[in-house]
């Protein structure tokens, strides 16, 4: 499943691990994305949605 956002087009965000050791490795993180069932134009559409547009109710399940 790919890690964005239907709603908000939220992706992975990439930077580095830092060890004590200050030798740094890449890493991503990536958003809390849900798979839910919402109604979309009168029918029901599975969708990937992160969970702050779940909670801010963008989304009507």
Same mark, same amino acid.
């Given at each position: 499943?790919?890690?964005?956002?239907?709603?908000?087009?939220?992706?992975?965000?990439?930077?580095?691990? *830092?060890?004590?050791?200050? #030798?740094?490795? !890449?890493?991503?993180?990536?958003?809390?994305?849900?798979?839910?069932? /919402?109604? *979309?134009?009168?029918?029901? #559409?599975?969708? !990937?949605?992160?969970?702050?547009?779940?909670?801010?109710?963008?989304? /009507?399940?």
């Amino acid at each position: 499943m790919a890690a964005v956002c239907d709603v908000c087009a939220k992706k992975p965000t990439f930077g580095h691990n *830092v060890p004590w050791s200050k #030798k740094k490795t !890449n890493r991503r993180w990536n958003p809390n994305i849900q798979s839910v069932r /919402a109604s *979309v134009n009168g029918g029901t #559409k599975r969708m !990937n949605v992160c969970a702050s547009c779940l909670k801010a109710g963008k989304i /009507a399940r």
